[in-house]
């Protein structure tokens, strides 16, 4: 390891600087050459004054490659996906499992409102929290209050629609869970201005308490997309197995992370292989829907496998995926990013409960090949083949060649 230089990470304005000038002093702390900082400042689709207005301290832009997964009918429409993703065979992945969900019609989705909770704490160290029969006189009161001011949501059918409640005795904390309709936004800035603002009068209704925490749960079990659907046996026939074998395979596989911990995490980890680079193509927040999706595959008190599967009375193999999926498709980065922009065009401008449909319908389907693959010929002869032919392909290329490694994969039928 190089000796790391002897200057200090305190830098007091550093965020005032320009990020060229930002730029050159993280190159000079980290000794880069001229080429490695031109790998950091550079900005894609973006600019400076935009990377500027997502984070603080920006010095350039973290490039990832972008496909696009093909093969999806999605509740009869036909789709093209947008992936961000830097791991190989996600996107062959993915078109290979829509392509046999495609053999039996594709995926059907469904999902709830887009319903986000907040959560307002209030800590009763000294004296009684109110009564149930206070709180549920107030009720009303408290949902006008919090969405005073909230006209454009309103008009848009959004707002704060519910308010419950629970007493955490081991805190000595009340509870407080707003739920908030919050339109095709994500919501997270949304709910935790409403939180704030109905803590603060709440302080004022009860004095005796103490404001604790006010933010929204990522655990959006009001926001939930659904997707499923029904693989024939003769989609697989294709493999060393009959389709009847490889569905038998493909239910024994999810049995197994049903009762495993240890393989319904790398299960898991396969759904969300789908997931998240749409998410981050589409410019939502991926830590936020990944943070929900593994506690809600706790409800049980156990840690499940996101999916289920099962072979049906007529012999097909039957998948469905249910998990929380809070995503935006109006404000924020995805307003703001023109890559965003761009792929939520290429999903047809779908709103956000669509939205979570379709990435609800990635993940299912991502699994479904992840199990096909392991089930069957395995993962590495399967789909890791195609990373290895790639990386070979490349030292190739680099070596000797002007074919692009692509286009080499593509004529020997790699890419579907
Ligand atoms: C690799 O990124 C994902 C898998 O490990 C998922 C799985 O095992 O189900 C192949």
């Given at each position: 390891m190089a000796t790391p230089p002897a200057l200090s990470s305190r830098i007091p304005g550093f965020y005032e600087l320009c990020s060229r000038e930002r730029m050159r002093?993280?190159?000079?702390?980290?000794?880069?050459?001229?080429?490695?900082?031109?790998?950091l400042h550079h900005y894609g689709a973006l600019n400076p004054e935009l990377t500027d207005t997502f984070?603080?301290?920006?010095?350039?832009?973290?490039?990832?490659?972008l496909g696009v997964a093909t093969n999806f009918i999605i509740n009869k429409v036909e789709f093209l996906i947008p992936m961000a993703v830097e791991e190989s065979s996600?996107?062959?992945a993915a078109s290979h499992g829509a392509k046999l969900a495609r053999a039996g019609g594709g995926f059907v989705t469904s999902s709830s409102e887009p319903i986000m909770t907040g959560q307002i704490q209030l800590k009763f160290l000294a004296g009684n929290p109110p009564s149930d029969e206070e709180l549920t006189a107030l009720k009303p009161y408290l949902l006008a209050y919090a969405n005073r001011g909230q006209d454009r949501l309103l008009a848009r059918h959004g707002g704060a629609k519910d308010l419950s409640w629970y007493f955490i005795a081991e805190i000595s904390s009340l509870v407080l869970q707003l739920q908030i309709n919050t339109g095709d936004a994500m919501g997270a800035n949304i709910v935790n201005t409403m939180c704030e603002k109905v803590s603060v009068r709440l302080k004022e209704l009860f004095p005796s308490c103490e404001l604790g925490l006010r933010i929204l749960t990522n655990l959006t079990t009001s926001r939930i997309a659904r997707?499923?659907?029904?693989?024939?046996?003769?989609a697989f026939n294709n493999t060393n197995f009959s389709g009847d074998e490889v569905i038998d395979r493909i239910v024994d596989a999810w049995k197994f992370a049903w009762y495993d911990v240890y393989r319904a995490t790398t299960h898991n980890k396969g759904v969300m292989n789908g997931i998240d680079p749409?998410?981050?193509a589409t410019g939502n927040d991926w830590r936020a829907v990944e943070a929900g999706a593994h506690a809600y595959s706790c409800r049980d008190g156990h840690y499940r496998p996101m999916t289920l599967w099962s072979k049906g009375s007529d012999g097909a193999l039957y998948g469905s995926l249910e998990i929380p999926l809070a995503v935006g498709t109006v404000g924020g980065v995805?307003?703001?990013?023109?890559?965003?922009?761009?792929?939520?065009?290429?999903?047809?401008?779908?709103n956000a409960q669509q939205l979570a449909e379709i990435i609800?319908?990635?993940?299912?389907?991502q699994n479904l090949s992840a199990l096909r693959a392991l089930a069957s010929e395995g993962i590495q002869q399967g789909h890791m083949a195609l990373h290895q032919k790639n990386i070979a392909l490349l030292a190739t290329h680099r070596e000797q060649t002007n074919v692009e490694p692509v286009r080499q994969l593509r004529h020997q039928g790699f890419l579907h």
């Open positions: 002093i993280a190159a000079q702390f980290s000794e880069l050459s001229l080429e490695e900082e031109q790998s984070i603080e301290n920006a010095i350039g832009t973290f490039s990832l490659p996600v996107l062959a997707a499923s659907c029904r693989v024939p046996a003769a749409v998410l981050i995805t307003k703001l990013h023109p890559s965003a922009q761009a792929a939520l065009k290429l999903l047809g401008r779908p609800c319908a990635v993940g299912l389907a």
